[in-house]
């Protein structure tokens, strides 16, 4: 490999072990998993991984940018060490999302899109996480879900977090 390693041993061990659920001739069907293992290790996708990860895979940059562009879940600037994003869509805000969204962005102190100055929490505005029937939905650096998120929920959270 030319490149130089932007990426530990270990993360590169569980691309691998990514790219071998597939046939060989189709590495770049890792490309999600992939940049989810390098966000993992970096907290968010630089140019300088992207294009690692594109050329690990053997595919264009420009390919692995449509990816990681496409979808919210790849933080393309850095983010703070809690990325908490909430569902807005029309079920969550039937059952008080924006309400909810209003709330943390007062205990907070930052908008959407917006970290706090200690680089602790970083607030997202989400699209449907698929479980409308638990509304409001919030989503913790895109791996924990929790439901039913009500303003004394949410302050819960923050202090669990701090």
Same mark, same amino acid.
């Given at each position: ?17 990514? +790219?071998?659920?597939?046939? $060989?001739?189709?590495? !770049?069907? &890792?490309?999600? @998993? =992939?940049?989810?293992?390098? /966000? ?45 994003? +909430?569902?807005?869509?029309? $079920?969550?805000?039937? !059952?008080? &999302?924006?309400? @909810? =969204?209003?709330?943390?962005? /007062? ?56």
């Amino acid at each position: 490999m030319n490149a130089p390693m932007v990426l530990s041993p270990e993360a590169l061990a569980k691309i691998d072990k990514a +790219i071998a659920k597939y046939p $060989p001739d189709q590495k !770049q069907s &890792a490309v999600m @998993a =992939a940049l989810a293992i390098a /966000q993992d290790e970096k907290g968010w996708l630089s140019t300088e991984t992207m294009d690692f990860v594109a050329q690990y895979l053997g595919m264009p940059p420009v390919a692995v940018y449509e990816v990681a562009t496409f979808y919210t879940m790849y933080n393309l600037k850095p983010v703070g060490r809690h990325k908490l994003t +909430i569902c807005t869509n029309l $079920p969550c805000a039937l !059952q008080g &999302a924006a309400a @909810a =969204a209003e709330h943390l962005k /007062q205990k907070l102190g930052i908008g959407f899109n917006e970290t706090t100055a200690d680089g602790c929490f970083t607030l997202k505005e989400g699209e449907c996480m698929g479980a409308c029937g638990d509304a409001p939905v919030l989503l913790h650096n895109n791996k924990r879900m929790l439901c039913a998120m009500t303003p004394d929920k949410l302050d819960k959270l923050i202090e669990e977090l701090k």
